[in-house]
């Protein structure tokens, strides 16, 4: 096997690869990491590249198979991590220059998790600073590039976590999401993004902002990728107060092999977004596939407002609060549009917060009502294609104009709500950029969303297809 195809095998394989010895850890760190050491000036996904570590622990892997121990089930997997989640010992600057030298001396949970299941931190990925924007892009490290166009960015704020598993320099990614940041990179950049219920994978320690909105989760470019790192990462742990409890939940394998019986909805807008035609189309027709395929799928949309306002007060307000003390001394170095939503928010009275809060919480009940009809539900991820570099505000689609928020409207209702939601790839545009579809599930049924993932994956198979990178 070359080294291309080791680079792109799932994580699935290359665990069952490592565990009947056809392949070693180090033959598939040795390939990944020559393909970033190539790739990654041009794409700029990693910041942070941990090359001389990756390949002892690669070795001492080796090793561990070689003697015949038990292994974990994730033991010689190259994974990254994005930089706003905390690494012992490996920097993490949240795509900021004010911790540009930051070494945290605590991992975060989920990276816990996946070192004892025995895999490989290869580096970290780019985001934008403190995940505030959903484009990948900073004053350290600047932009991420779509690899299916380079001219084009990667979405956000993920966006390296994305960039990367698209690209063939890593199988696994680990994002998170505040309000679309795991399923925006991943319809713009091709490949599956899993924002799983809120609390299902704990966070802890981390930055500041976004604690009661933001899910950590898997980018990978198989579903089955994704649902057996939910395995390894997701479960209470009391170090962070919002961890759901254990209810014996499992991933793998997925219960059935049909959508037999799910009552699923389409909706095109939610009832408010403006999409770009071509985004419409091509998910349209993935939807018609799918429902070709035996999957009952209706029209419909549940009864709710656009809660974009009450959204970005809430982020506004609680990235103020955790940088304010910065300002005066870092302001200059901080991203301007970062400057300029924390001059807007950080005055704003704690009245005006709580009203915010409660209109945000009135998302809650019109969707609660619906997935009481519904089982799932199916949009567009980004009402755009992806954006060109460069580009971070959009104002106006299919001639209408929009509001700030407008060309990513369907992902952060659903932070709101804390539902189970991911981002899967549905088609190409004409100028061969991908284009996602999303599916969201009812509360705390994570299980759902990756059975009916994995059914569309086997309608219209999305992995074989890869940017055009060498």
Not at 236 to 251: A, E, K, M, N, V
Not at 313 to 340: C, F, H, N, S, Y
Not at 401 to 428: D, E, H, R
Request: with cysteine; glycine share 10%; aromatic share 8%.
């Amino acid at each position: 096997m070359d080294n291309k195809e080791i680079c792109f095998m799932s994580v699935v394989e290359m665990v069952e690869a490592i565990k009947t010895r056809r392949l070693s850890p180090v033959e598939i760190m040795e390939a990944i990491l020559s393909r970033i050491e190539r790739l990654n000036p041009e794409v700029n996904a990693y910041c942070t590249l941990l090359a001389d570590s990756a390949r002892r622990q690669a070795r001492e892997a080796e090793t561990m198979v070689m003697q015949g121990k038990e292994l974990g089930a994730l033991h010689g997997v190259p994974v990254s991590i994005k930089d706003l989640i905390f690494t012992r010992g490996i920097r993490t600057t949240g795509g900021s220059r004010i911790y540009a030298n930051f070494i945290p001396q605590q991992d975060a949970i989920v990276v816990e998790r996946l070192k004892a299941a025995g895999a490989i931190v290869i580096g970290k990925t780019n985001t934008s600073e403190f995940g505030w924007m959903a484009l990948t892009d900073n004053r350290l490290f600047g932009a991420t590039r779509n690899p299916w166009n380079l001219e084009f960015n990667a979405g956000g704020s993920s966006g390296g976590a994305a960039a990367a598993v698209a690209s063939g320099m890593g199988p696994l990614a680990i994002g998170s999401d505040g309000g679309g940041s795991v399923r925006i990179p991943a319809s713009f950049c091709g490949v599956f993004g899993f924002k799983p219920s809120f609390g299902r994978v704990p966070q802890y320690p981390g930055f500041p902002g976004w604690e009661a909105l933001a899910h950590t989760g898997p980018i990978t470019r198989t579903v089955r990728d994704a649902a057996l790192a939910m395995e390894v990462i997701a479960g209470r742990d009391d170090r962070d107060r919002f961890s759901l409890p254990d209810t014996g939940l499992h991933y793998l394998p997925f219960p059935g092999a049909d959508l037999e019986g799910l009552r699923i909805a389409w909706s095109q807008d939610l009832g408010y977004a403006t999409v770009d035609p071509q985004v419409l189309k091509i998910t349209e027709a993935a939807v018609r596939a799918w429902a070709g395929s035996g999957a009952r799928v209706e029209t419909a949309s549940p009864d709710i407002s656009n809660p974009e306002a009450a959204f970005s007060t809430v982020v506004g307000v609680e990235l103020a609060a955790a940088l304010l003390e910065k300002m005066e001394e870092w302001g200059e170095q901080i991203d301007p549009g970062l400057v300029r939503f924390i001059e807007r928010n950080k005055g704003r009275p704690a009245t005006e917060y709580v009203r915010a809060r409660r209109q945000q919480w009135e998302v809650c009940p019109g969707i609660g009502s619906f997935f009481e009809k519904y089982d799932l539900l199916l949009t567009p991820t980004v009402a755009v294609p992806p954006l060109a570099l460069g580009k971070f505000v959009v104002r106006e689609i299919a001639g209408n104009k929009v509001p700030p928020l407008g060309w990513m409207p369907f992902t952060y209702p659903f932070n709101i709500t804390g539902q189970p939601a991911a981002s899967l790839p549905c088609g190409w545009t004409d100028d061969g950029l991908p284009v996602g579809l999303q599916i969201i599930g009812r509360r705390f049924d994570d299980v759902t969303v990756l059975r009916a993932a994995a059914a569309f994956e086997r309608v219209l198979p999305w992995a074989g297809r890869r940017p055009p990178l060498e």
